[in-house]
């Protein structure tokens, strides 16, 4: 019986295993520590920080309002694509911007407020609602 099973306990697995991996937790535990390497006083940090936790709030509502019009996959994909922006947006302002300068400071923040866009899109609500949907209720 668990047998036919097989194929989709290893696609949710999957799909918990790279919502975890984003990276979008890392951004947010050490968001106030960039910030303030940047240049940006403890408190503004904080408050960019707060920021981000609402961004990630609201597009998680939206999702879950929009997930039966749009589809799990769809919003899947358009949560990947936001993050993966968003980390590359990231990557280059690093790249470009030299340590403490403070003007990569906003390009920082639309960068996270991407990545948190994204995740509250995707990775954040998607994974948990195909992981209770995939199964009958005999194997939940």
Same mark, same amino acid.
């Given at each position: 019986?668990?047998?036919?099973?097989?194929?989709?306990?290893?696609?949710? $697995? $999957?799909?918990?295993?790279?919502?975890?991996?984003?990276?979008?937790? @890392?951004?947010?535990?050490?968001? =106030?520590?960039? #910030?303030?390497?940047?240049? $940006?006083?403890?408190? &503004?940090?904080?408050? #960019?920080? &707060?920021? /981000?936790?609402?961004?990630?709030?609201? /597009?998680?509502?939206?999702?879950?309002?929009?997930? !039966?019009?749009?589809?799990? %996959?769809?919003?899947?994909?358009?949560?990947? $694509?936001?993050?993966?922006?968003?980390? %590359? /947006?990231?990557?280059?302002?690093?790249?470009?911007? =030299?340590?403490? !300068?403070?003007?990569?400071? *906003?390009? #920082? @923040?639309?960068?996270?407020? &991407? @990545?948190?866009?994204?995740?509250?899109?995707?990775?954040? *609500? @998607?994974?948990?609602? &195909?992981?209770?949907?995939?199964? =009958?209720? %005999?194997?939940?």
């Amino acid at each position: 019986m668990l047998k036919e099973y097989q194929y989709p306990i290893y696609l949710i $697995v $999957v799909i918990q295993v790279l919502s975890q991996i984003t990276g979008g937790n @890392v951004i947010r535990n050490y968001a =106030p520590t960039i #910030f303030e390497n940047g240049g $940006v006083s403890t408190t &503004l940090s904080l408050v #960019f920080n &707060l920021i /981000f936790g609402v961004v990630k709030t609201i /597009f998680t509502f939206v999702s879950i309002y929009y997930i !039966d019009e749009t589809g799990r %996959l769809k919003l899947l994909v358009y949560g990947i $694509v936001m993050v993966g922006a968003g980390m %590359l /947006f990231l990557a280059i302002t690093s790249l470009v911007s =030299p340590s403490g !300068d403070i003007t990569n400071v *906003p390009a #920082f @923040v639309v960068g996270c407020a &991407l @990545v948190f866009a994204g995740f509250g899109v995707g990775y954040g *609500p @998607v994974p948990w609602v &195909l992981s209770a949907e995939m199964f =009958p209720t %005999l194997i939940r």
